[in-house]
């Protein structure tokens, strides 16, 4: 009897507690709109003052909007995240706002409608003016509709380590000459001069692409179909990567961009070609190098193409088309583009702001102020060349055949005729 | 029993819970798939068009198809030979010593348990070029060599660690399987060989390997199985670095086409790997069986 009386207790108050639940689970859902931000890089344990930034802007938006909008992070490497992405896409389970990278990436979630036009949220409450210029939305406009919001813009640079050059008796090279002959100094001083990762190979297709575009390839004509990837400009631009391949540090095959770029800033290597979303990570990782760390504008080819040209880059934000909270996604995006998350773009994240925020030059990191100037002579700017492709396919096709070039298994005119081959098999020609 | 097992609604309805289960995640996966190997799919467009056997013609002439296709053959070929040797010799160690045994068992047998993720990591940490390894021999004035990102020779040294750090992994699985045939081997047989003169090599040679020959084969078989769709190892100390290291084994090459970062989404040519990888399973442990085909002995 009294086992029979302790079960029937047991049960009323277990089917109390489920009943008790469910209200409160349904009135939560509906005043909370969930959403979910994908991003490529871990918010709590990364040291990317860039990263530390977004984590910001996530815990700010939850608090401000508590009980209203909610977003929840869903984060992995770099490495990762476009297959992780690619893989929610096919699931019907896109993330309601995710990063991504302008050029054939964002065009392969644009062209399938898995990305939602902005314009008409952009052109409310003053939004868009709040932009520093409606250039900024130029590599996410698609028949004139904007697809995703910038955040930042980073210019790929050279850094280099002024002590060491102090050491080595050497000054900034302004032409490729020079730079051989930076790289033969420092090399004598017993430093390995140029620190990349060939590993990661976009690391090394960038370095390729400032040879390129310096060499004057017009990669243009190149992707209309006007000109083969096999030319004399090309060519002279992979001799010249295989020629500075060797002041690389030897591990440069299998390191990753993390490993390059902290030999750089633990002092073991005098020159890193990066882009600016660098300087977060080095200042992060060893404050102390900030004031040794200089920045300067990727040499010249005499008798080449304009050197003030600069390869400009920008991490933006997509709403997936399919989000069933389109507020709540544009709340979302509009902090990461408010003052707070500008100002501290450049004051701590060293990147380029994208809106008319005033920011405290005197606090940004002091390599900030070198791309500033670098960005605000560039003549011109273009993209990464692995994502100024005909599609994203070619852009791994063309890394892979400079990490070719560098590891010295084909010729630069087999490595370049290759990609003009691999344009030609998929009927770009 | 008897009337529940004449009962036919009985035993489908036992049945039916595990062959929905399976039908649902295993069955029908796999004959999509096999489809899917047919069809081109569109990254613009998101969807399917088939194209019949053209994965499997550009496959044929695609360079890193046969990189992949090598590497897994080797993996394939050192797997199964090395774990056949080094097995069957801890086996017969362990089955004769009599102090430690369990203790040593344990050892050898724990690494099959452990998350291939995490010792990857461990494993690519201790191969790193500055850390690890190189950094001791560094301190002995050596330069250590290129253990994960030499792309010199036929196969290539990051091939060949990660073949040992494999062998490691999982050389007490073939263990514990040697062993539990050796102990089911009866022990009169060699009291009467060692009685009629018999050497304990001779007694190993003429008794322990023709009894172990079955078990051979099923481990062979499980070897080859899991040497040709090694991924994790692989991917967890080379991550996206496969291609460009001439490191992709089948498995490696299937995950890279269909879903990296770079030059991935074509799930088609994907599935198109994927149906090669169940081939060669097939291919290879017929072979083996047919090599390994032996009458049952009494032990």
């Not at chain 1, 790289?183 to 001083?189: F, L």
């Not at chain 1, 380029?352 to 003549?379: C, G, H, R, W």
């Not at chain 2, 100390?237 to 890279?256: I, P």
Request: net charge negative; aromatic share 12%; glycine share 6%.
């Amino acid at each position: 009897m009294r086992r029979k009386v302790l079960s029937v207790m047991l049960s009323l108050s277990m089917a109390a507690g489920l009943m008790a639940s469910v209200p409160m689970t349904a009135a939560a859902d509906e005043e909370v709109q969930e959403i979910t931000w994908m991003f490529w890089d871990d918010l709590d344990a990364s040291e990317d003052n860039i990263t530390k930034g977004f984590k910001e802007v996530i815990d700010r938006f939850n608090e401000d909007y508590d009980g209203v909008y909610h977003v929840t992070p869903i984060t992995t490497t770099l490495e990762e995240y476009y297959t992780q992405l690619n893989a929610l896409v096919d699931a019907d389970q896109t993330p309601d706002v995710f990063i991504v990278s302008p050029g054939p990436n964002l065009t392969d979630y644009v062209a399938p409608g898995v990305v939602a036009p902005l314009d008409e949220y952009l052109e409310e409450d003053g939004w868009k003016e709040t932009f520093s210029s409606d250039a900024v939305f130029a590599q996410q406009t698609y028949d004139g509709e904007i697809y995703a919001i910038p955040l930042n813009i980073a210019a790929a640079c050279v850094f280099y380590n002024k002590e060491i050059f102090e050491e080595a008796g050497v000054e900034v090279p302004e032409t490729y000459d020079e730079l051989l002959e930076v790289c033969e100094q420092i090399k004598e001083a017993g430093y390995t001069p140029i620190t990349i990762s060939a590993g990661t190979a976009w690391c090394l297709s960038m370095l390729a692409g400032y040879l390129c575009d310096r060499e004057g390839v017009d990669l243009a004509a190149i992707n209309a179909g006007e000109e083969s990837w096999n030319n004399e400009k090309t060519v002279a631009a992979g001799e010249k990567l295989l020629e500075l391949s060797q002041y690389f540090q030897e591990t440069a095959a299998g390191d990753s961009n993390d490993d390059a770029t902290a030999a750089l800033y633990f002092e073991e290597a005098a020159i890193l070609i990066q882009g600016s979303w660098a300087i977060g990570q080095m200042n992060g990782a060893n404050p102390d190098f900030e004031e040794k760390c200089g920045v300067f504008q990727f040499p010249a080819i005499e008798g080449g193409n304009d050197p003030n040209r600069v390869i400009a880059k920008s991490d933006s934000l997509a709403m997936s088309s399919s989000t069933e909270s389109p507020e709540a996604c544009i709340a979302l995006m509009k902090y990461f583009t408010d003052d707070e998350a500008q100002r501290y773009t450049a004051e701590v994240g060293g990147k380029i702001p994208v809106t008319k925020v005033e920011y405290d030059a005197s606090v940004a990191p002091a390599q900030l102020a070198d791309v500033m100037d670098i960005f605000e002579n560039a003549t011109g700017t273009f993209g990464f060349y692995n994502e100024s492709l005909v599609s994203s396919d070619a852009g791994a096709e063309f890394d892979n055949h400079m990490v070719a070039i560098f590891q010295q298994e084909e010729t630069p005119e087999e490595a370049f005729q290759a990609v003009e081959d691999w344009y030609v098999e998929n009927g770009y020609r | 029993m008897d009337k529940l097992l004449r009962n036919k609604k009985a035993i489908f309805v036992f049945v039916a819970p595990a062959l929905i289960l399976f039908t649902a995640v295993l069955f029908i996966p796999i004959g999509t798939s096999f489809y899917y190997a047919l069809c081109d799919y569109d990254k613009v467009t998101r969807s399917y068009s088939f194209i019949g056997f053209g994965n499997f013609i550009n496959l044929a002439k695609d360079k890193d198809m046969f990189i992949a296709l090598k590497n897994s053959l080797f993996f394939l070929v050192f797997s199964c030979v090395s774990q056949l040797i080094m097995g069957l010799l801890l086996a017969a160690l362990l089955t004769n010593i009599k102090v430690g045994r369990n203790l040593f068992k344990n050892v050898i047998y724990l690494p099959c348990v452990l998350s291939s993720a995490a010792l990857g990591l461990l494993w690519a940490f201790l191969f790193h070029a500055k850390v690890g390894i190189n950094n001791l021999l560094a301190n002995f004035g050596i330069q250590g060599p290129a253990w994960l990102y030499s792309t010199s020779g036929f196969i290539t040294l990051p091939m060949w660690v990660i073949a040992f750090v494999s062998l490691w992994q999982y050389v007490g699985q073939s263990m514990m399987l040697y062993m539990a045939q050796i102990s089911g081997i009866n022990k009169t047989l060699y009291e009467a060989s060692y009685i009629d003169g018999a050497t304990k090599m001779q007694a190993f040679r003429y008794i322990t390997l023709p009894l172990v020959k079955p078990m051979i084969g099923t481990a062979m078989s499980l070897n080859a199985i899991g040497s040709l769709k090694f991924f994790d190892l692989i991917y967890s100390m080379l991550g996206d670095k496969t291609e460009n290291l001439k490191m992709d084994v089948l498995a490696t090459f299937l995950y890279r086409t269909g879903f990296s970062s770079k030059g991935g989404n074509h799930y088609g040519k994907a599935s198109a790997i994927g149906v090669i990888l169940v081939a060669l399973c097939l291919l290879a442990t017929a072979i083996i069986n047919k090599l390994f085909k032996t009458e049952n002995y009494e032990m």
